[in-house]
């Protein structure tokens, strides 16, 4: 995945902060998924009853980039507890995943 954004020009920093951000993307879909039932989570269409994969992209997403649109809301203490856990992640890479 480096060598491909290497292939846009763009600098490694940035490069690494986007791999960085895609892994963390990446772990916490997987862990949305393996939890997505309609027990720990409350769908605004009442046609999901469990996640998609791409759905659990979908939050992890918005959850990464704080935008939180409320229509995938977490339910359960443990989707409660993940979507806060991942939000940590986050401040914590901002806070020092910009000095390295």
Request: with cysteine.
């Amino acid at each position: 995945m480096l060598s491909i954004i290497k292939s846009f020009s763009v600098p490694q920093k940035i490069a690494s902060h986007i791999l960085v951000n895609s892994i963390i993307i990446l772990i916490f879909t997987i862990l949305y998924w393996s939890i997505g039932t309609r027990e720990n989570f409350t769908f605004n269409n009442q046609i999901d009853k469990e996640l998609s994969l791409f759905t659990a992209l979908y939050i992890a997403f918005s959850n990464q980039v704080t935008i939180g649109y409320s229509n995938i809301v977490p339910h359960s203490t443990l989707s409660r507890f993940i979507s806060m856990l991942q939000f940590v992640f986050m401040l914590i890479y901002l806070c020092f995943g910009t000095i390295i």
